[in-house]
């Protein structure tokens, strides 16, 4: 088999459809492929969205678990030469599979190959980077990332340090090769220490600009939620620095993404629409990344009540 499509699903709901009926609309007639989804414990019964479809099978999960457990396990249950990894909210664009197989078909050395991803309304996301490194901190701290660190954009295929996951092809011999997904990681910054383990095997991390997902990010607007995305985000980034840097940088990074956050809070008080609050919540986690609760200890309340 040519291409295994490989989505999480975490209470969708009609993102799940629009996904999934997007991978049949663009997906060339002359591949071989298969439709892998893995249910992360909805209760929103986004999971009924699956049956029935052609092609399509779906691994339920009765407790919920990190990202990058969950990309391992659909990643080991793939049976495809390649392996398009997707996002409930990710829907994918004409001729995007196309472009991607494309990319990694011609270059044998790069390990993945990301799709450029669009806001709702059509607009570019950065979804392109540089691995994290002080360096990167300091262009952060400098308010200079969109030039120093942001490697998304224009017209060209070209190498890069990492690519979202929203949209990843992947190939599954070479996760294989580096120990798939480090399921210490809940979610966020999982596919960064992935990619950077790929580069430190040999392989090679390619940004495909031709190939276009919209990403629709299905993020919550209640408070709590959002905080506990804060909270796993920079947990997430500092757990990166301190696996794959010393403890001198990752707390440089600390220090520099703490400043770089606190300025934006100052800055949010007398500039509308802005919210302070948020960016200072950035601030204090990025300063202190165990303080507070993320989405690892709501999985675990979750878990709790179901079982």
């Not at 060339?28 to 479809?53: C, I, Q």
């Not at 939620?225 to 707390?251: C, N, P, Q, V, W």
Request: charged residues 25%.
């Amino acid at each position: 088999m040519e291409l295994s499509f490989c989505v999480v699903n975490t209470n969708g709901g009609p993102l799940l459809a629009r996904c999934l009926d997007a991978i049949e609309r663009t997906t060339p007639a002359d591949v071989d492929y298969e439709v892998l989804v893995l249910d992360n414990a909805s209760d929103d019964g986004s999971a009924e969205t699956v049956h029935g479809r052609k092609r399509t099978r779906l691994i339920q999960l009765e407790r919920r678990t990190g990202k990058a457990a969950n990309d391992s396990t659909l990643l080991q249950a793939a049976s495809g030469r390649f392996c398009l990894l997707l996002n409930e909210d990710a829907e994918l664009c004409d001729g995007a599979v196309d472009a991607l197989l494309v990319g990694l078909r011609a270059d044998p050395g790069a390990a993945a190959a990301g799709a450029q991803l669009l806001s709702p309304d059509g607009t570019p996301q950065p979804c392109a980077w540089r691995l994290p490194s002080v360096g990167t901190a300091l262009a952060g701290a400098a308010f200079l990332h969109r030039i120093a660190t942001v490697q998304s954009g224009g017209d060209s295929v070209r190498e890069v340090g990492w690519m979202q996951s929203s949209a990843l092809l992947v190939r599954p011999d070479a996760a294989a090769q580096v120990g798939w997904l480090d399921p210490d990681f809940f979610v966020y910054s999982d596919e960064t220490d992935f990619q950077k383990r790929l580069h430190d095997a040999g392989w090679r991390v390619l940004y495909v600009p031709q190939a276009r997902a919209i990403h629709h990010e299905q993020l919550s607007t209640d408070a709590e939620a959002a905080a506990r995305r804060i909270t796993e985000f920079h947990r997430g980034r500092d757990r990166y620095m301190r696996k794959h840097h010393s403890a001198a940088a990752a707390l440089a990074v600390r220090l520099l993404t703490a400043w770089a956050y606190s300025l934006r809070a100052l800055a949010a008080l007398v500039l509308p629409g802005r919210d302070a609050r948020r960016m200072g919540l950035h601030a204090s986690r990025a300063l202190v990344p165990s303080r507070g609760e993320g989405l690892r200890e709501a999985a675990e309340r979750f878990n709790a009540r179901a079982a």
